[in-house]
T-cell receptor, first 116, second 108 residues
Framework: DAGVIQSPRHEVTEMGQEVTLRCKPI?????LFWYRQTMMRGLELLIY????????DSGMPEDRFSAKMPNASFSTLKIQPSEPRDSAVYFC??????????????FGAGTRLSVL | KNEVEQSPQNLTAQEGEFITINCSYS?????LHWLQQHPGGGIVSLFM???GKKKHGRLIATINIQEKHSSLHITASHPRDSAVYIC??????????FGTGTRLQVFP
């Protein structure tokens, strides 16, 4: 398996534009996580899905952020409209189970977002 | 006060040294993760612990639930171990809480 695949790797956009980040989890993994990492706040969990259903979105900063998982092999994180303070690295991770013995999470390479 | 505290924040070592990174937390947890973030940004999950000790190669992770403390040890450190090591706990309320990380540099 190629691991968790995120695209794009880098995104530069202007304030106010819509940004869509994409993630393909490892086949067979039933949990998918979206994280944001900034210098100021470190790593933060934004939302996670189990079997394509959002379970906890309490980490989503505000209504400008939305995430979907239309099927087991694809998820998107959308920011509309984007703001400079959204600039960060966004990671996607997947795992087999969240709390069980096989809950090691596999991370994608991240998307570095810069909002000008 | 952060719910997950790591120490030290920065650590330098000579190749071959034994290294310890500490993680203390103030909430009830069901599990604790140690992550490694390489200089290029990639994140690798090293361990998930709920009790006791785990070992993988030169890495050892321990947890003391009563003391709310975990340690990550690296034996015979090597320059390729240079990375940021992040502790994260899964709280009993199902929140994943991250420490701010420990930046390790190992010099040859």
């Amino acid at each position: 398996d190629a691991g968790v695949i995120q695209s794009p790797r880098h995104e530069v956009t202007e304030m106010g534009q819509e940004v869509t980040l994409r993630c393909k989890p490892i086949s067979g993994h039933d949990y998918l996580f979206w994280y944001r990492q900034t210098m100021m706040r470190g790593l933060e969990l934004l939302i996670y899905f189990n079997n394509n259903v959002p379970i906890d979105d309490s980490g989503m900063p505000e209504d400008r952020f939305s995430a979907k998982m239309p099927n087991a092999s694809f998820s998107t994180l959308k920011i509309q409209p984007s703001e400079p303070r959204d600039s960060a690295v966004y990671f996607c991770a997947s795992s087999l189970t969240r709390d069980g013995p096989k809950n090691i999470q596999y991370f994608g390479a991240g998307t570095r977002l810069s909002v000008l | 006060k952060n719910e997950v505290e790591q120490s030290p924040q920065n650590l330098t070592a000579q190749e071959g040294e034994f290294i310890t990174i500490n993680c203390s937390y103030s909430v009830g947890i069901s599990a604790l993760h140690w992550l490694q973030q390489h200089p290029g940004g990639g994140i690798v999950s090293l361990f998930m612990l709920s009790s006791g000790k785990k070992k993988h190669g030169r890495l050892i992770a321990t947890i003391n639930i009563q003391e709310k403390h975990s340690s990550l040890h690296i034996t015979a450190s090597h320059p390729r171990d240079s990375a940021v090591y992040i502790c994260a706990v899964m709280s009993n309320t199902d929140k994943l809480i991250f420490g701010t990380g420990t930046r390790l540099q190992v010099f040859p």
